[in-house]
């Protein structure tokens, strides 16, 4: 079965600095990866999937297929940018997700 | 467009209490997804359903049992609510398997 793991429950940063929210995953087969967010008092929404490549918020992630891992960066953290991140994993031939225990980042000014 | 409606927000009841939650969207999707948030425990599928009358277990069925009678709703029952089903619950629903899920304001329960 599918496993995603997110080591720190919680991570704080202070404005302007870089920042890496860390997700590794196992599956045998060819996984799909997402990361959501939920801010405070709003509804879980997706940030970016690994298939779209694109940079969302100034939010990357690359999946290394290597290590397993599919970790959430940008370069300069914002205070908006404090909340909840989920990983995801999705089989490709399923629908189903499976989350993360999720980190809480937080953004200091 | 709401999007993912559920109902009620909040609920306390007491164990041995049965409720329903009901999930409602508006997107026309088939998929739709009941979840519990746990602190520490991430995001667990209680139940999905990828189409009208299909229901299927996810990680965490037992205690639940939920209904898909009409497209739009996705309907969670619980028959005897245990403390241990305290948690916030989460509606999703999806176009299809590869589309992303949409989520609902969730359902904060807690069983006393």
């Known amino acids: 079965a599918q496993r995603v793991t997110q080591p720190e429950k919680l991570l704080s940063v202070f404005k302007g600095a870089p920042v890496e929210l860390k997700c590794n995953y196992s599956?045998?087969?060819?996984?799909?990866l997402f990361w959501y967010v939920q801010y405070s008092r709003q509804r879980l929404q997706l940030l970016l999937r690994h298939i779209s490549r694109e940079s969302i918020k100034g939010f990357t992630a690359d999946l290394n297929k290597g290590e397993t891992s599919f970790h959430l960066k940008k370069p300069f953290a914002q205070e908006e940018d404090s909340a909840m991140y989920y990983c995801?994993?999705?089989?490709?031939?399923?629908?189903?997700?499976?989350f993360g225990e999720g980190t809480q980042l937080t953004v200091n000014p | 467009n709401a999007g993912v409606t559920q109902t009620p927000k909040f609920r306390v009841l007491k164990t041995g209490q049965s409720m329903t939650l009901l999930c409602a969207q508006d997107?026309?999707?088939?998929?739709m997804y009941w979840y519990r948030q746990d602190p520490g425990m991430g995001l667990r599928l209680i139940h999905y359903?990828?189409?009208?009358?299909?229901?299927a277990k996810g990680e965490v069925p037992d205690g639940y049992n939920v209904s898909r009678l009409k497209k739009q709703n996705f309907l969670l029952g619980l028959e005897s609510a245990a403390p241990s089903q305290t948690s916030v619950y989460f509606c999703?629903?999806?176009?299809?398997?590869?589309?992303?899920?949409?989520f609902g304001d969730g359902t904060r329960l807690s069983i006393l």
């Open positions: 599956y045998s087969g060819s996984p799909e």
């Open positions: 359903s990828v189409g009208e009358g299909t229901t």
């Open positions: 995801a994993l999705k089989v490709r031939s399923g629908s189903r997700l499976t």
């Open positions: 999703a629903s999806s176009s299809g398997s590869e589309q992303p899920q949409h």
């Open positions: 997107m026309n999707h088939e998929y």
